[in-house]
């Protein structure tokens, strides 16, 4: 379960509430937009499955749904708040791109689409993406802070090795390709993007805020080009007769529900032993 946040309304300034601004809404109340800011109008996103999850009106424990509980409303079907929970009354909260999604597709808009939506406007459902229908999820105590409603991701690094020379009989120097940014073969990703998540990168803050101190030295130590799209580098090894080279590379593993991202660093680091695994980065490509 989320922390406690209130959705904003970006155009018009104006902020969520059930009709009425009540504590305890009736099944059916509608949703509809205002300027007042209290606490009858906080929301909490609760995780049922992957990004899909209810949207929750802290004060009476109802949960959003479009009229009548269709997993396939039409357009320009309502939402309210109502008692039951099921498929029907599961939405994304999509908070790159201000979108608030219904499980059935389409999207949430103020009534009419305009960006200027007054007071008691209500809001519906409309397949149509446009300005005027985006939505910010922000702290109760400070309607500018926007509130990460799916939390941090979970965040890993690990020495991992990526080419071996074993007992050379010569000494020679050959040139090792190194595929530097975010894995295309390891990472996955479901279509939704989570806060941390972009089309070209990550929100280095907000992975930072969810690492521990050894794997925030590591990502101090990265270039930029860790966090970006996979490319591909050299490095020059030299080996010796007799003595075997085991090159490793430092990956990140960043992990939310069924999305993960493994970035690959440019730091690396030889051994003479696969077993043995390096105490520190050696050098940086």
Same mark, same amino acid.
């Given at each position: ?15 969520? /509430?059930?009709?009425?601004?009540w ?10 937009? /205002?300027?007042? $800011?209290?606490d ?14 209810? $949207?929750?009106?802290?004060? #009476? ?57 007054? @007071? ?5 459902? /409309?397949w149509?993406?446009?300005d ?28 991992? $090795? $990526? ?32 806060s941390?998540?972009? #089309?070209?990168?990550?929100?280095? =803050? ?5 690492? #521990?101190?050894?794997i925030? &030295? ?15 580098t ?7 007769p ?10 990140? @593993? ?19 032993? =696969?077993? =043995? ?5 050696? &050098?940086?490509?």
């Open positions: 379960m989320s922390e406690t946040f209130v959705i904003k309304h970006l155009s018009s300034g104006r902020f969520i /509430h059930p009709s009425g601004g504590s305890n809404p009736g099944d059916g109340t509608n949703l509809d937009l /205002h300027s007042a $800011i209290h009858r109008m906080h929301w909490r996103f609760v995780p049922v499955v992957d990004h899909w999850g209810y $949207i929750e009106h802290v004060a #009476s424990g109802k949960v959003v749904h479009p009229r009548g509980g269709s997993l396939t409303p039409g357009d320009h079907t309502d939402l309210v708040v109502d008692s039951a929970r099921h498929w029907g009354a599961l939405f994304a909260l999509d908070c790159n791109n201000h979108h608030v999604i219904h499980k059935g597709g389409k999207f949430a808009h103020p009534k009419g689409g305009r960006p200027d939506a007054g @007071d008691h406007t209500t809001i519906n459902l /409309h149509e993406q446009h005027a229908m985006k939505f910010g999820f922000f702290s109760p105590s400070n309607p500018n802070k926007e509130v990460l409603v799916y939390g941090f991701p979970k965040m890993f690094g690990k020495w991992k $090795i $990526i080419h071996m020379v074993l007992n050379p009989s010569a000494e020679h120097t050959f040139t090792l390709e190194v595929k530097v940014g975010m894995s295309k073969t390891e990472s996955k990703t479901s279509g939704f993007e989570y941390w998540e972009s #089309s070209g990168g990550v929100n280095i =803050e907000i992975l930072s805020l969810s690492a #521990s101190q050894s925030k &030295y590591m990502m101090e130590q990265t270039s930029s080009q860790t966090w970006s799209n996979e490319t591909t050299t490095s020059q090894i030299n080996v010796k007799g003595q075997t080279v085991v090159t490793w590379q430092w990956v990140f @593993d960043v992990e939310q529900n069924e999305n993960k991202s493994v970035f690959q660093s440019n730091l690396l680091a030889d051994t003479g032993s =696969e077993t =043995e695994v390096p105490r520190d980065l050696q &050098y940086k490509v």
